[in-house]
């Protein structure tokens, strides 16, 4: 997948403001989406970044079953993101969400910037996403699919600026996500 530049400011533009929810209501509207085909299971996943967030959906048979977003506008209880593994059941699976949030020195933001800027260049399994203004304003959803599912991570990037307008490091905002499917889980117990 390459990395798309989009021509639009984000709506979130801080690791304060996100919020995250995992429900089956739709996904917002998004700027880019990639849809992934798991390889054992009649399922796909489909990764989309927002307005620097993003939002991954478990898509079976065709329909939208299950959406994990982080964004300004996503938030199951008002506390930004969990730093501990949250669980999350439904008749699709199980979900696993975890966030964590670093602010990062000019040389260390931009070492990471150059390494999620490269991934972003890597495959299909990988959507980014470049903001107008600093260089480092990047979303990135990386997945994989296993045989039991799926799993990815994401990052958010938020450069800061200094007062006299020089780079000043910034905020990564990663969470990492499991998804147990329920169908593989019942095709494994049958067998």
């Known amino acids: 997948m390459t990395l798309y530049r989009l021509d639009l400011e984000p709506d979130d533009v801080s690791a304060a403001s996100l919020g995250y929810r995992v429900d089956t209501e739709p996904a917002p509207q998004?700027?880019?989406?990639?849809?992934?085909?798991?390889?054992?299971?009649?399922?796909?996943?489909?990764?989309?970044?927002?307005?620097?967030?993003?939002?991954?959906?478990?898509?079976v048979d065709g329909r939208d079953t299950v959406t994990e977003e982080v964004s300004c506008r996503a938030s199951t209880s008002g506390?930004?993101?969990?730093?501990?593994?949250?669980?999350?059941?439904?008749?699709?699976?199980?979900?696993h969400l975890r966030g964590?949030?670093?602010?990062?020195?000019?040389?260390?933001?931009?070492m990471v910037v150059a390494r999620l800027?490269?991934?972003?260049?890597?495959?299909p399994e990988v959507l980014a996403g470049r903001f107008?203004?600093?260089?480092?304003a990047l979303t990135v959803v990386s997945a994989a699919a296993d045989p039991a599912g799926w799993q990815w991570c994401t990052w958010h990037l938020y450069p800061a600026i200094d007062a006299t307008g020089a780079a000043a490091g910034g905020e990564v905002v990663t969470?990492?996500?499991?998804?147990?499917?329920?169908?593989?889980?019942?095709?494994?117990?049958?067998?």
């Open 175 to 191: 969470t990492v996500s499991r998804l147990e499917l329920a169908l593989a889980r019942a095709l494994t117990e049958a067998s």
């Open 132 to 136: 107008p203004g600093a260089e480092g």
């Open 30 to 59: 998004s700027l880019v989406t990639a849809l992934l085909e798991h390889p054992q299971h009649s399922a796909a996943l489909r990764l989309s970044i927002l307005g620097a967030s993003h939002a991954v959906t478990l898509v």
């Open 79 to 95: 506390d930004g993101l969990p730093s501990a593994s949250v669980l999350h059941l439904g008749p699709w699976g199980s979900h």
């Open 117 to 123: 800027t490269a991934l972003g260049d890597t495959g």
């Open 100 to 110: 964590a949030v670093e602010t990062l020195p000019p040389e260390a933001f931009t």
